[in-house]
């Protein structure tokens, strides 16, 4: 079946400073990639829509510049948040449809944490 | 908007118990789907099942049933004979059907079920 590794896992990053999470389609194209994010004990939101080729599109009261993602080629979309806040320490997950597709592959998440 | 109803925060059953997690859903969509994943503490989210609009036939899949009621926007999920490792969150997640949304999710709030031994 269809696979989407997400990297990394885990992270721990000082205030202030950037973290990048890649989102990998392993063996079929996404020309359009979800990133979610999940407060503990909460549900999982959609953040953005990364669109391969053009801007992402972002939901509404999510910082575009402090969350900036990148859709370079068909199978790699990243999620930077730049200038990290403790507040921002959460859990990252990534989807791929495949194209036409209805079913998401989920990524395996990455938790970061902002000190 | 679309909307996902998990009324069940926390739900606490015996190994064996059956358990029935509850799921309404709002969309003005006619063409949608529903999914069922489970977050063990892990965090990652495994896919159970989905099922389309169109298709109102009852699921079973081992110990796991659904039961898909368009009348009421209904999509419950039943664990027949818990086991301690049905424990984890479950999320009920609805998707529009249209091909250039490429399914993109809206979740519910999520249920927590704990099956003590």
């Known amino acids: 079946g269809a696979v989407v590794s997400q990297h990394p896992s885990r992270v721990i990053c000082k205030s202030g400073t950037s973290v990048k999470i890649e989102c990998r389609s392993l063996?079929?194209?996404?020309?359009?990639m979800f990133w979610y994010r999940q407060f503990p004990k909460q549900s999982l939101m959609l953040m953005a829509t990364?669109?391969?080729?053009?801007?992402?599109?972002?939901e509404q009261g999510v910082e575009k510049d402090k969350f900036l993602i990148n859709h370079a080629s068909l199978t790699l979309s990243t999620l930077t948040v730049t200038s990290a806040h403790p507040e921002d320490s959460s859990f990252y997950i990534c989807?791929?449809?495949?194209?036409?597709?209805?079913?998401?592959?989920f990524g395996q998440g990455t938790r970061l944490t902002v000190v | 908007a679309q909307k996902v109803t998990q009324a069940q925060t926390e739900i606490s059953v015996v190994e064996k118990e059956d358990v029935t997690l509850d799921c309404v859903y709002e969309t003005r969509d006619t063409t949608y789907y529903l999914f069922w994943y489970k977050q063990p503490p892990s965090g990652e989210l495994v896919f159970l099942i989905r099922r389309n609009s169109f298709d109102e036939q009852n699921e079973i899949s081992g110990r796991y049933s659904w039961n898909f009621q368009k009348s009421t926007s209904s999509f419950n999920f039943t664990i027949t004979a818990s086991q301690v490792v049905d424990s984890a969150v479950y999320f009920c997640?609805?998707?529009?059907?249209?091909?250039?949304?490429?399914?993109?999710?809206?979740f519910g709030e999520g249920t927590q079920l704990t099956v003590n031994p």
């Open positions: 063996d079929f194209q996404a020309t359009t």
């Open positions: 997640a609805l998707s529009e059907a249209l091909e250039t949304s490429g399914s993109r999710l809206t």
């Open positions: 990364s669109n391969e080729g053009s801007k992402a599109t972002y």
């Open positions: 989807s791929a449809p495949l194209t036409g597709g209805t079913e998401a592959f």
